[in-house]
């Protein structure tokens, strides 16, 4: 009994250094046990058989991060290759950079079923104009929306600037603005940060005002998935991805409730410009709290982009809220160009699978489901419901 009490402690210590616990457990805990028991064990069972050591393959020591389970089930896989409806991907990136990756991008949409796909540039000035260069060569099938430029934000008189460079990018051919980021530290579009200023701010009204009298959505991102603040512990249900991008550790960081009131304040004093909260404004943990927000703000939407590993665990409680808010949600990836990405979406989508697993793209432990929905569903995010929004600006 005290050789298995000190082995299970070895584990322990082991699991808890990787997860970096041991910064905040008792000295009691941390301290090397004494060799004696096991080297008084060893002496009493010479000429017995040695135990088996343990390999990277027991699981024992196996690690959460390396599980990779097949499912067991014999049940049917759907394979979806192209997607039901025509597709407007309201979140993607600047992700090719040459004219030929560019072409291969477009080979793909074809294959898949996706019609138009926006652009986030997050940038302004030059670095905003050649992406602009490369993109605008195809208006039928890309739209490139700009950044903002947040320099002198800390200064008397921030706005009129940032305001003159937005105008520019409007007239070069921008239509939205985005992807613009607050995750708790203050707002950040691309490479230009203004720490400690939220979007409920007064210093962004006259920003969000001339946005909205331009036309231009924008694509706002706040806060993070909730694991992210959660303890690194194993209560943690998203571990694996919350370790990688773990934000319990930062000081003074406005938390995701408060993220999402700032949200809220944003939208009421700006009822005349439309704002997609990306990523279901990360309440994919608590959709109705979401639904609530829609039932508010008539000029919210939200992008359902790199978020279906995480609603993918709740299939009929997620699906209800598809269908609940047909007319609120858009179609959105953030993952890159790749057709096997797309196809991974449409899986989740339209069909109505259960526990299969996708590694490749996500870095969750858990079964995904697939959603079904149908196909007036589909319709209004794939593509309707983008479609009204994006139509919307010609009154502009």
Known sequence: MQIENELNRRRFLKWANMLGLSAVLPASLIAEPSAAP???????????????????????????????????????????????HPIIDMHSHPYAKTPQQIDEWLKNMDEVGIQKTMILTMTTGPEFDEIFRKYSKH??????????????????????????????????????????????EGLRSGKSQAPGM?????????????????????????ADPIWMYQKMDATNDGLMNAWK???????????????????????????ATTFIACHFMNLDYDLAHLGE???????????????????????????KFYEKYAGRLVYGTDMGYEKSMYRVTFHILE??????????????????????????????????????LLAARSSH
């Open 198 to 222: 939220h979007p409920d701010d007064a210093r962004m009204d006259a920003i969000w005002q001339r946005c909205g009298e331009l036309g231009m959505p924008i694509s706002l991102h706040v």
């Open 293 to 319: 927000m829609f039932d508010r703000n008539p000029n919210l939407y939200a992008d359902i982009s790199a978020r279906y590993a995480e609603t993918a665990p709740i299939p009929r409680f997620a699906s």
């Open 38 to 84: 096991l080297a008084r064990q060893d002496s009493k069972s010479a000429g017995a058989a040695a135990p088996q050591s343990k390999t990277a393959s027991s699981p024992e020591t196996i690690l959460l991060k390396d599980y990779r389970p097949k499912s067991i089930y014999k049940i049917p896989v759907t394979q979806v290759d192209k997607s039901k």
């Open 245 to 271: 991008w773990r934000l319990d550790n930062k000081p003074n960081i406005v938390n995701l409730p408060g993220m999402v009131d700032i949200f809220d304040r944003t939208l009421s004093k700006h009822r």
């Open 139 to 184: 208006p039928d099938r890309f739209e490139i929306w700009c950044g903002l430029d947040f320099s002198g934000h800390d200064k008397p008189g921030f706005g009129p600037a940032a305001v003159k460079e937005l105008e520019r990018c409007h007239q070069l051919g921008a239509r939205g603005v985005g992807e613009i980021h607050d995750k708790g």
């Open 351 to 388: 069909s109505n699978d259960e526990h299969f697993y996708e590694f490749d793209q996500f870095g969750y432990h858990w079964a995904l489901n697939g959603f079904g929905l149908s196909d007036d569903v589909l319709k209004n995010v794939y593509n309707a419901n983008a479609a009204k």
